[in-house]
């Protein structure tokens, strides 16, 4: 897995976290290929973390 797809993953998976963890929770739509749709607060520092492990090589 190149690093592209590994940080492309870490985001997806996060945003996806926290549109079903967060309240309010974000919309997110990840229905369109190589596209998001997210309409809401995210927390940034939690996306920050999430891209700073998988630069890491972190889980």
Not at 15 to 38: C, H, K, M, N
Request: net charge negative; aromatic share 2%.
């Amino acid at each position: 897995m190149d690093l592209n797809t590994t940080v492309r993953d870490a985001i997806l998976a996060e945003l996806t976290r926290q549109a079903e963890a967060e309240d309010p929770a974000p919309t997110v739509d990840l229905s369109e290929p190589g596209y998001a749709r997210i309409a809401g607060r995210i927390d940034i520092e939690a996306l920050i973390m999430v891209v700073a492990g998988a630069l890491a090589g972190g889980p």
